[in-house]
């Protein structure tokens, strides 16, 4: 796969315009036309679609432009580590939960970003599904995980630190008045609960399963701060590391319901087992460990 071909795609993707990447590039628009034409000859598929005068990404376009983005990023850090410019223009992609990402990465990326102020970062949610082939296939170089394990044989983990998980809910909710709180409330009660902060939602739901709780209805969202929000608003209760509430749970918006038993998870960073750690990468992982032990 040609690297020119990909750099024009890129610029087309970006733009989302042919004429405006033909002067960027300094192509004629017939060459922009041609490149990308090749490319979705190679690939087998349509990158970009036309509604009306525009164009758009199709959904195979929008996957190439990941793979471009990861592809364009391991090429400038080949042509550095091999001419030896001090200078890497590199790319680190991750994938983490929210919690993860609003509590513990802005620190870590802080002290990074002044070592290494140059290089790029890609940063989304995790998709517990996905990871395996994401990490093996090169698009995501580190993944992170709210859990305590996990058991795939082509993926190696090191557990972090330890965060307590609480159950949370409004102090105006009738909930607060029963002591001690125990798991079978929740059939009265909605629950809400994350899509993408991974691996200790599954283990609540494991719990529950097994002592045959049906929460009265469960809400699915995709923000943090939107469940805590609903939550203060007396929609009903989360299960949320506590790092999460901290500040709400001091200000009293919420309060700390009482279980029979502490629930914790563990804070999982996740590569393949055949991946090529560059220097920055190991310095990345190093920073955030030390951030996590501190």
Not at 54 to 61: H, K, S
Not at 97 to 125: G, M, R, W
Not at 268 to 275: G, T
């Amino acid at each position: 796969m040609d690297f020119q071909r990909l750099k024009t795609f890129r610029t087309v993707a970006t733009l989302m315009n042919f004429n405006q990447a033909a002067k960027v590039l300094n192509y004629a628009q017939s060459s922009i036309s041609s490149q990308i034409k090749t490319l979705e000859n190679e690939i087998g598929a349509p990158l970009f679609k036309r509604i009306g005068k525009r164009v758009v990404l199709t959904e195979a376009g929008e996957k190439m432009l990941r793979y471009t983005h990861k592809l364009l990023s391991i090429e400038a850090e080949a042509r550095a580590e091999i001419t030896g410019k001090s200078e890497i223009k590199t790319l680190l992609t991750l994938r983490m939960p929210q919690t993860i990402a609003t509590y513990h990465l802005p620190e870590a990326l802080c002290k990074f970003h002044a070592k290494y102020p140059d290089v790029h970062f890609d940063v989304t949610s995790c998709a517990l599904y996905s990871l395996e082939h994401e990490l093996s296939i090169g698009t995501v170089d580190l993944a992170f995980l709210l859990a305590d394990s996990i058991d795939v044989a082509n993926l190696n983990f090191e557990m972090l630190k330890v965060e307590q998980l609480i159950l949370v809910t409004s102090p105006r909710h009738p909930l607060t008045c029963n002591k001690p709180f125990h798991h079978k409330a929740l059939r009265d009660h909605p629950l809400l609960l994350p899509k993408s902060d991974c691996g200790y939602r599954m283990m609540f739901e494991q719990m529950l399963t097994l002592e045959n709780i049906r929460p009265a209805a469960i809400i699915e969202m995709n923000s943090i701060e939107a469940i805590k929000q609903s939550v203060i608003k007396g929609m009903g209760l989360t299960i949320i590391p506590e790092i999460a509430v901290r500040e709400e749970l001091k200000q009293k918006r919420l309060v700390q319901l009482s279980l029979a038993e502490e629930i914790e998870t563990g804070i999982c960073m996740i590569w393949h087992k055949d991946k090529w750690f560059s220097e920055i990468l190991k310095d990345f992982m190093t920073i955030f460990r030390q951030h996590l032990a501190d």
